[in-house]
């Protein structure tokens, strides 16, 4: 029999942010528990700051009937054992005359099955809530009272209710029934006494229960706003999903601040509202207005007070803005003082960071023929706003206040603009560039210097994400840096505790790792084969990863992949950066001579040849001449020089595939 089941978990208002990251998680859970306790059925969860909330249309009201199987001893055991079948008949629970023999494997076994009747949900419902609950992570947890129970803010009531019947039990210090509470303004408990009469009274009472219907509420009345004012509310859709969590019956509200605060940089106002108020900002032809939304939770017609109060206090932090940017103007944007902050243990001060950034820059400003200057003097002042009031009180800003205390201390333009951008993804002048590459180089190597290397899932100091950021700045800009080269030449600076130099390898193999994750999509063979090639540049990996991936598929390569497969059978136990010395004279079939001869063409055609796609093609056209190699040569003969002389041929060719696409015979 089926019948709607109802769960509501009613708390104290829960934190966004940690309810909002374990999201996707509940529903798996609760569906975990449903199959675990075989009441698998679809369900829909709700959730308000407030509750949490499951609904089942259809719910079985018992489990279905399940089959237990017992297998015994195998036949030859039992026959010469009874004590073996007394055994399995006592474990099971029947007496030996009861018990059957059964095939499996080829052999027969002692078997034994019984029908379970399934139980119902009212002696399961409690024990499936508790684990449910207990399942969540949140984070930090708390205790509350004298309760037993952890959880991320106090359980006040559980309704729970099949159709009109209460399913009663205790959990987390309170015990279940059919009482639900409205919005914080009705102070009454609200009486359930049907599971389609919950939605009702809620909705009755000032709770919005469906966030997407909160969510479409706080839309609807942002673009009223827009369309009554002429302005354009930039909605940001992290901040909007905490709010549709913190609200229960959201209304947006339009408010106001004075005009003397747009002075300041609009990032200053928009971190002002977005961050620390859950405020959108409100511009008018592209441009910042003094204007902003506000959410509120109230259950009223008059917001006049609710409008006020947020203008004051948004008011209150704009005038300590005004301050710091004030104060900040003053001083200047001067790195003195860095030598005083200490960046990690181990690793000096903010200050011993900039003079290796700078050492670093300039041996990249070098490679890539950008005048050093600039870039000593980005670097210089790269962490210069860290000692402002502004970056103390706004530490998201470090960087953006750099530009605009930079510009108004008379920066060049590019300079200021790598000091905004040195800690995102994106560069767009050189300076910028080499500032971010520097930043980034600096963080990898010198935490590897001193052991703070990522494992498994833990990377505290986010060392992936700036591996990322390297390779998308030199892939997306095209820049030919050979990032190989340039790791090894700065290695050498970084010392570990015991005075060994940081190992260039496997910062480098750390670092090429991520294009695994930027090629996400690729097969991971492909990537794989174009890192064992010889690379000179990001921008020429990822042609080469395009190539090849392109390559592979193509209608011939099955064919071209068997002729690999042949050439890695022959190549085993050749090193191919050993000196391969083909002596034409011991050229003896016309096979190998011809093959031989085609292939000194092919490298003179690519000697000038620009194009990468070009170089492979002029390659793969030498597979018949390989294929006929195969065919009419044999490579392992008696004669030591004969047999080597051939095994250096086929590696000198596939070197040169080595080198310009990479090692194609690892791809299946």
């Known amino acids: 029999m089926l019948k709607p089941l109802l769960v509501e978990v009613g708390v104290e208002e829960l934190p966004a942010i940690p309810l909002l990251k374990e999201l996707p998680n509940i529903e798996k859970k609760w569906l975990q528990i449903l199959e675990e306790y075989r009441f698998k059925t679809n369900f829909q969860f709700f959730y308000t700051p407030r509750r949490l909330t499951l609904w089942h249309r259809e719910f079985p009201v018992k489990q279905a009937e399940k089959l237990e199987e017992f297998w015994g001893p195998p036949q030859g055991v039992a026959e010469k054992n009874p004590k073996a079948v007394e055994g399995f008949a006592r474990k099971v629970g029947v007496t030996p005359d009861q018990l059957q023999w059964k095939e499996k494997k080829g052999g027969k076994f002692l078997y034994y099955s019984r029908r379970v009747e399934g139980e119902s949900i009212k002696n399961l419902l409690g024990e499936m809530v508790e684990k449910w609950l207990n399942s969540l992570d949140f984070g930090k947890e708390m205790e509350w009272g004298s309760c037993k129970y952890r959880f991320i803010r106090p359980v006040r009531w559980i309704l729970a209710m099949v159709e009109d019947e209460v399913i009663p039990f205790s959990t987390y210090c309170v015990t279940s029934g059919n009482r639900t509470r409205g919005h914080r303004i009705f102070k009454r408990e609200i009486e359930v006494g049907f599971v389609g009469d919950y939605f009702c009274q809620l909705d009755k009472k000032g709770v919005i229960l469906y966030p997407d219907q909160r969510r479409k509420r706080i839309l609807e009345g942002i673009r009223q706003i827009e369309e009554k004012e002429g302005v354009q509310v930039a909605v940001n859709p992290s901040l909007l999903e905490e709010i549709v969590a913190i609200t229960e019956y959201p209304t947006s509200l339009l408010g106001k601040f004075d005009e003397k605060f747009l002075q300041l940089p609009p990032e200053v106002i928009v971190t002002s509202m977005e961050t620390h108020q859950r405020y959108f900002p409100v511009y008018k032809d592209g441009k910042l207005t003094n204007r902003f939304v506000v959410v509120s939770n109230a259950f009223t017609d008059n917001f006049s007070k609710i409008i006020a109060g947020n203008e004051k206090v948004l008011r209150a932090r704009l005038e300590d803005a005004l301050f710091f940017w004030q104060q900040d103007l003053k001083r200047g944007l001067d790195p003195t003082g860095l030598e005083k902050i200490v960046y990690m243990d181990g690793l000096g001060s903010l200050a011993d960071k900039v ?240 093959l031989w001869e085609e292939f000194q063409k092919v490298v003179e055609r690519n000697r000038e040849e620009p194009s990468l796609e070009v170089r492979l093609d002029n390659l793969l056209s030498l597979k018949p001449a390989i294929d006929r190699f195969f065919d009419e040569v044999r490579v392992n003969v008696e004669d030591p020089n004969l047999r080597r002389n051939r095994q250096h041929l086929i590696a000198t060719i596939y070197r040169e595939f080595l080198n310009t696409i990479g090692d194609i015979k690892e791809v299946g």
Request: no cysteine; glycine share 8%.
């Open 355 to 594: 003079e290796r950034e700078k050492r670093i820059g300039e041996k990249i400003a070098d490679k890539l023929g950008v005048e050093r200057e600039p870039v000593e003097e980005a670097i210089k002042y790269g962490k210069a706003d860290l000692l402002t009031e502004m970056v103390y009180e706004f530490p998201e800003l470090q960087g953006i206040m750099g530009y605009y205390y930079g510009l108004k201390q008379g920066l060049n333009g590019e300079v200021a603009t790598a000091l905004k951008e040195q800690y995102g993804e994106t560069a767009s002048n050189p300076i910028s560039l080499i500032l971010n590459l520097a930043q980034k180089l600096d963080n990898i190597l010198g935490l590897f210097s001193i052991g703070k290397i990522p494992k498994g899932n833990r990377d505290p100091f986010a060392l992936r994400r700036s591996a990322n950021h390297i390779l998308k700045l030199l892939l997306d800009r095209g820049v030919a840096l050979n990032l190989e080269e340039v790791v090894k030449e700065i290695a050498k600076e970084y010392k570990t505790p015991d005075g060994k130099e940081v190992d260039p390898a496997q910062v480098l193999e750390f670092i090429f790792e991520r294009l695994y994750h930027l090629y996400k999509e690729t097969n991971p063979a492909i990537i794989r084969a174009v890192l064992r090639g010889k690379n000179h540049s990001l921008p020429e990996i990822g042609e080469k990863i395009q190539l090849l991936h392109q390559l592979t598929q193509s209608e011939g390569w099955g064919e071209l992949s068997s002729t690999f497969k042949r050439i890695a059978n022959i190549l085993k136990g050749v090193e191919l950066s050993d000196q391969l010395e083909v002596d034409p004279s011991l050229l003896q079939e016309e096979a190998e001579r011809r």
